[in-house]
């Protein structure tokens, strides 16, 4: 069973924040994030494992509530290069395979 | 200096025929995968492959076959096309070591079948 994402979809002036979240029925070794262009290839934005630690690009916060199985992803300050659909992959082992969440799509506008 | 290239972009066919797309990586990656993505945007893994050994194998149609010639290489065959195959196909591969998370996307494929 997928991963849930919430809000579906969210559109944001410049400079605004959101919250994407992700939830889980299974208990997670760990939570990916990415982002996806319009008519482009998914672009991996963070990990974040079972015991805290995080790995991933600059500029993207995000955390994982590993007794909830749910992890949100923070965007401040959100930019117009944000906009696209962010998806969170989950897995249930080490090296299991990525489990796709249905995404969020953000628009950021002027 | 392309990572993850794919051929064809656009593939329109008919139903029945059988297809193929072809995945290459330049980047010494260990593991591929190929993944569909459906009208609805849903992204699900399809097969995944380390050093040409087959590790995942999700519940797809006999139809659909991957091929590992190489490390690099992961090609999709498809037979007997069906309507509901049509979406966008994406290889992926990620790297062995510490940053075995990672994995990178190429363009993907869109295939549609009339």
């Known amino acids: 069973q997928q991963p849930v994402q919430s809000p579906q979809a969210v559109i944001l002036r410049e400079g605004e924040d959101a919250v994407i979240n992700c939830s889980s029925s299974?208990?997670?070794?760990?939570v990916h994030w990415y982002r996806q262009k319009h008519g482009e290839a998914p672009i991996f934005l963070m990990i974040?494992?079972?015991?805290?630690e995080q790995k991933g690009h600059d500029k993207i916060s995000a955390s994982f509530n590993e007794k909830k199985q749910q992890s949100s992803l923070y965007l401040t300050a959100s930019q117009l290069s944000y906009s696209g659909t962010y998806f969170c992959g989950t897995e249930v082992g080490t090296a299991s395979k990525l489990t796709f969440g249905t995404g969020t799509r953000l628009q950021v506008t002027l | 200096d392309t990572a993850v290239s794919q051929t064809p972009k656009y593939l329109v066919t008919q139903m029945g025929n059988d297809k193929s797309i072809k995945c290459e990586q330049n980047?010494?990656?260990?593991?591929m995968y190929w993944y569909k993505q459906d009208s609805k945007k849903f992204l699900k893994i399809m097969f995944s492959?380390?050093?040409?050994?087959?590790?995942i194998n999700e519940t797809v149609p006999n139809r659909f076959s991957p091929k590992s010639p190489d490390k690099a290489h992961l090609n999709l065959h498809i037979n007997s096309l069906e309507l509901g195959d049509s979406a966008v196909y994406f290889c992926?591969?990620?790297?062995?070591?510490?940053?075995?998370?990672?994995?990178?996307f190429g363009p993907g494929t869109r295939l549609t079948v009339t």
């Open positions: 992926a591969s990620s790297p062995a070591g510490d940053l075995w998370y990672e994995q990178y």
């Open positions: 492959y380390n050093n040409k050994e087959l590790i």
């Open positions: 980047l010494g990656h260990d593991t």
């Open positions: 974040l494992l079972k015991g805290g």
């Open positions: 299974k208990a997670l070794y760990s």
